[in-house]
């Protein structure tokens, strides 16, 4: 079976799998790394998104070996050592922006990279349609949208995090 | 320094979210027990068959592979139990055939399951299943109420005459003929109740586990009721007792009712781990979940109404057939009967109605409860009733609510369909959204949209809805097999800290902040010393789980009882470390003091001398503080409001957007502002996706066409306005808390008022209806297909 090496936030792992084995697998059954979530089955919903060399991706649309040699990011990798959040993960809390929180991570590691890649700014019809990729069934979306937007300007510096 | 106000009122950000932004969330399918298996298990593709063979030789010799059962295997345990028994209309139950863990003989619908295969890993009984040698010979199969009701239709049971599951009706049929009889005007709708399927985030998963050295089994699994399941199954299915049997409902991410029932799979891992002697694990792929899940709605209707010639309403009569699909899910029966035709009086004082309700078996996956259950057919049978009068008689769809409404002083108002609603205000509600939408102010921007070329329309809904389920006499009587109180217990720990247990389950309603922010605010307990226990049957008492918003009105009111009874037991105790009468010892704010001195001792005291009664009125009270509740409501709970919806459609594209929508609900007491808000965006988002978006689709032999993410069009961001929510509550009369619900209104309020928006907008093209949902090509097709008359006007 093949053996895939690859960083999974900021630790080494070396790993035999099956070749059919997707990266989400090897994530939440070989690592234990359960926060990335599995919804379906047609890479439509994006709870398995992750960060693959600071990109999100579907971690169901990826096999195990083509994450050898690559760095990847989990919702578990996001807070710092000492347990400070991510302003998007504060931000999703400060608007109420999950309910069952089964789609939480991949909406939150998606949501990271749509505000990174858009640094000159991002309108609520942007956010909309960066969010086609995943699935929520409990919020509406409503305070998804509001959490992300209220991220843009603490990621990009525009103001100081909340103070503690 | 005072510490922020999180008591009562609050939005307090939710103390579970911590874990669920971390990925520290503890879903069923995180769960692996050592040593376990795993299952898989093969569906039928066919949706009505014989079963003519299975060969499992091939699977069971396949690598890794444990076992293979078949329904053969499991003929000694019962089938699902069905939890709601209705009578015929002439006094005979309804028909009520077996539902087998796994097919027996035949096949009934698409995804019925027919064999599992157990191995070392999930791909293994994967590939397993793959070998199975199943036979089917296809059997004549029908998919639609319509069809099931036809002459010579197939049956879909052998032993159930013409598939009817029950024929059943309410009401006074002579009051309203006679009303028909006398009537001015008489309006007639037809209209359906599209099919859903809930597809909550999180797939459905189960692990069985069996502990061998004391005979205990313990099912881990994705339940909004885990008492329940434990009943259903131990009692029902497996034949195990409850204290040999343990249900764990961990984080659940999302039900919307489909996570009540007990379901196949969940016996299925536990029955095989006691037969294995090691933990079973099954989680559906999306794909299973769109065919097994129990779907929602799925109505036939036709609906008149009576009035005179002012445009007051004389007398209601409906006739529907719904579909219960292939067997009776867990509260299938209940749905379209005591939640539907129950709640068709609606907001209005209509003095006379009567319903016929048919439930159709089909070769379809079994229908049951879905957000909002029966209620949100009610609502939009009713709505969109009223609006085709409005579009048939003239009269203004504001002044005919208002000319109908129940008045305020009219409460408690005993409706012709058997509630009695204890309290409400539909015309505040309804001024409110009105006011929050301008309505007043829309014709203009009906007409600068015409001038961009754009069909733009307005609807409004006010509903009503009875939640806060329910009185166990009174669901008694009218069939439920079960009671429907809660359960709370409140132990205040030595050092005066609280953890609360719930048979309530949150699977995304906050309840671990809600419930919380309760304790608090009534105990005066800082928030952060209060943890809320729920969703496991070895810890709490007992509970009958979350469904039809009935967990703050019922749970919580559970909850204020176990805490009446701390305080009073707090009492006495303070009474004799500061040797006074209890009857003069005040509770307030976390403190007993002895009333006119300054006299006083804090909970925390209090709670140490429980536990270490040194100096203690030990003759008359036994140590502890620790005490459970059951609470059985004495009515329903009848929250309701004013959902006001604008749209915009695209004549080129058919696409109907959403551009503004406001819901003023009447939700009853209200604990905190921000959860309350995010329930009701919730149910509106997923009664935008009825209306608009999402269908089960089969074809007519019964085959599901809608099957996946790719045919089934959820709800995406995109889809979807922001959502304006106001809440203008009148209390509960009969709880203590005055809590009406909130989890559901959003669902049952906002179909009607978005088709009553979207036939709003094509009223120039002289439709009359839409039925649900108002895809983009059904909204072409009829733009089209008036053009040519357009054209010529």
């Known amino acids: 079976m093949p053996q895939v090496t690859l960083t999974v936030n900021g630790k080494s792992a070396s790993v035999e799998v099956e070749a059919r084995t997707l990266l989400v697998e090897l994530l939440r059954e070989k690592l234990g790394l359960t926060g990335t979530h599995v919804g379906c089955d047609t890479s439509q919903c994006g709870a398995c998104v992750v960060h693959v060399d600071g990109t999100s991706v579907k971690a169901c649309t990826m096999l195990a070996v083509q994450a050898d040699g690559a760095s990847v990011t989990t919702i578990e990798g996001l807070a710092k050592a000492d347990g400070t959040l991510h302003p998007m993960q504060e931000m999703f809390r400060e608007h109420h922006a999950l309910q069952c929180g089964f789609c939480t991570p991949g909406m939150v590691m998606s949501a990271i990279d749509l505000v990174q890649s858009h640094p000159e700014g991002l309108t609520e019809a942007q956010i909309r349609h960066g969010l086609e990729g995943n699935l929520c069934r409990c919020t509406g979306y409503h305070n998804i949208v509001k959490a992300i937007a209220a991220a843009w300007p603490i990621m990009h510096g525009k103001v100081p995090a909340a103070a503690e | 320094m005072t510490a922020a106000f999180e008591g009562i009122g609050a939005s307090v950000r939710r103390k579970e979210d911590l874990r669920f932004i971390s990925g520290r969330g503890h879903y069923t399918d995180d769960i692996n027990r050592p040593g376990q298996l795993h299952a898989y298990i093969r569906r039928s593709d066919r949706p009505h068959a014989k079963i003519v063979s299975i060969d499992t030789t091939a699977a069971a010799a396949a690598p890794g592979v444990a076992a293979v059962f078949t329904g053969a295997d499991l003929a000694g345990i019962g089938g699902l139990p069905c939890g709601w028994q209705i009578h015929n209309k002439d006094g005979s139950p309804m028909a009520e055939p077996k539902h087998p863990v796994l097919a027996e003989g035949k096949v009934r619908h698409v995804g019925d399951p027919i064999a ?22 296809d059997l004549p199969s029908i998919a639609s109420v319509t069809a099931a009701a036809a002459p010579g239709a197939p049956r879909v049971h052998d032993d159930v005459a013409g598939n009817v599951c029950y024929d059943w009706h309410i009401g006074d049929k002579a009051a309203v003929d006679a009303a028909f009889a006398r009537a001015a005007k008489v309006v007639s709708l037809d209209l359906t109740n599209n099919r859903l399927i809930p597809n909550a985030m999180e797939p459905r998963a189960a692990v069985g586990d069996f502990d061998p050295t004391t005979d205990d089994y313990t099912l881990y699994t994705t339940s909004q009721n885990p008492h329940v399941i434990r009943l259903l199954m131990g009692a029902f299915v497996l034949g195990l007792p409850e204290h040999k049997l343990r249900v764990v409902a961990p984080d659940v991410g999302g039900g919307f009712g489909s996570k009540i029932y007990h379901y196949a ?107 909002g259950a029966g209620r949100p057919e009610a609502a939009f049978l009713i709505e969109r009733l009223v609006d085709t009068i409005c579009h048939d008689t003239g009269h203004d769809r504001v002044d005919i609510r208002r000319k109908n409404f129940i008045p305020v002083d009219a409460f408690p108002y005993q409706t012709p369909v058997a509630l009695q609603y204890d309290s409400g205000d539909y015309f505040t509600t309804l001024d409110a959204a009105l006011k929050a939408a301008d309505w007043a102010g829309f014709p203009a921007r009906r007409a600068a949209a015409k001038a961009n070329g754009k069909l733009r329309g307005i609807g409004i809904s006010t509903y009503l809805e009875a939640c806060g389920i329910a009185p166990s006499k009174v669901v008694g009587s009218l069939g439920a097999r079960a009671g429907l109180y809660e359960v709370a217990n409140v132990r205040v720990h030595p050092t005066g800290s609280v953890s609360v247990f719930t048979g309530t389950h949150s699977h995304g309603q906050g309840h671990e902040t809600t419930f919380a922010q309760l304790v608090s605010d009534q105990l005066g307990v800082p928030l952060s010393q209060v943890d809320v226990v729920h969703g496991d049957t070895a810890k709490i008492p007992f509970g009958m789980g979350t469904y039809g918003s009935r967990s703050l009105a019922v749970g919580g009111s559970a909850m204020v009882k176990a805490m009446d009874k701390i305080i009073a ?41 429980a536990y270490v009664p040194h100096n203690y009125p030990i003759e008359t009270l036994e140590p502890g503080l620790d005490e459970t509740a059951f609470y059985d409501p004495m009515n329903f709970t009848f929250p309701g409001g004013c959902h006001v919806c604008e749209v915009e459609i695209d004549q080129d594209t058919g696409v109907t957007s959403v551009v503004n929508f406001v819901a003023v609900d009447d939700v009853g007491r209200v604990i905190n502002p921000m959860i309350v808000e995010g329930q009701v965006q919730g149910g509106v988002a997923q009664g935008i996706g009825q209306a608009l978006l999402e269908s089960a689709v089969y074809d007519e032999a019964g085959q599901l066409l809608s099957g996946s993410f790719m045919d089934y069009t959820m709800p995406r961001a995109d889809d979807l306005p922001n959502i304006t929510v106001g809440t203008e509550s009148t209390l509960c009369t009969h709880n203590p808390l005055g809590a009406k619900g909130c989890g559901e209104v959003g669902a049952i309020g906002s179909p009607p008022a978005v088709m009553n928006a979207v036939v709003d907008a094509l009223k120039d093209l002289g439709v009359r209806h839409v039925d649900m949902p108002a895809s983009p090509q ?8 008036n053009r040519p008359r357009m054209a010529a006007e």
Request: net charge negative.
């Open chain 2, 116 to 137: 599992v295969v157990i191995a070392e890993t999930k791909q293994q009984a994967k590939d397993a299943a793959e070998l199975l040698d199943i036979v089917l010979e």
């Open chain 2, 778 to 785: 059904k909204i072409w097709a009829i733009i089209h297909s």
């Open chain 2, 569 to 609: 037991k707090g009492k006495k105790i303070a009474a004799h470390l500061m040797e006074a009468s209890a009857d003069d010892i005040e509770f307030k704010d976390g403190k007993f003091s002895v009333a006119g001195t300054d006299k006083v001792k804090t909970l925390g005291e209090i709670a140490l001398t």
């Open chain 2, 265 to 371: 799979e969940e016996a299925i891992v536990t029955w095989a781990a006691g037969r294995l002697k090691r933990p079973v694990k099954w989680t559906a792929e999306r794909t299973e979940s769109f065919m097994s899940d129990a779907h929602g709605r799925d109505h036939v209707s036709t609906a008149e109404m009576a009035l005179d010639a002012e445009g007051h309403f004389l007398a209601l009569r409906v006739k529907t057939l719904c579909n219960m699909g292939g067997y009776l899910s867990t509260f299938a029966p209940a749905v379209p009967t005591y939640l539907y035709a129950t709640l068709l009086a609606g907001v209005y004082k209509t003095p006379a109605i009567y319903a016929e309700v048919k439930a159709m078996f089909t070769n379809t996956v079994p229908v049951d409860a879905y957000r």
